[in-house]
């Protein structure tokens, strides 16, 4: 294993076992669930726009595989403080990264580079993105609300 994978894999490793952001949020603007039934994974975000339109806060919680609680851990850390737009464009750049390997060449993603290796084995993309999906439609459609995504319904 190289260095840089094994600095991958302890930011992952790290991420699941000291998850960021885990939890609720008061006072809530927007919450979505996430499930992808063929592995169980399950993600429930909460999070708060302040005035601006900005991810003031962010948390989530549920359970599944090392991949998707890392990823959660790892998308809250990312879109925490940005406004709406830029979390809608972090989501597309993620995808794309799940799609194509390598993070976009204009994203500035740091740690999240850690999960550009998910998209050598396609049935672990779904866990990655969930909570990247789940943060779209709760943006999209979950104002006041609990919005529902799953992985089967919302491929890549």
Known sequence: MSDLDELYREVL?????????????????????????????????????DADGRIADIAFSGHGCSISQASSSLMTEHVKGRDAGAAFASVADF??????????????????????????????VKCASLAWKTLEQALR????????????????
Do not use: I
Request: proline share 7%; net charge negative.
């Open 95 to 124: 995808q794309r990264m799940m799609v194509e390997g390598n993070p976009p060449p204009d994203a500035d993603f740091g740690d999240l580079e850690a999960l550009a290796g998910v998209a050598k084995f396609p049935v672990r």
């Open 13 to 49: 490793l790290n991420h699941y076992r000291s998850p960021r952001n885990a939890g609720h949020v008061d006072g809530a603007t927007h919450a979505a669930d996430g499930a992808n039934p063929l592995c169980g994974d399950e993600v429930h975000l909460e999070l708060a726009l």
């Open 141 to 156: 459609d979950g104002r006041l609300a609990h919005a529902a995504v799953t992985t089967d319904e919302r491929s890549q």
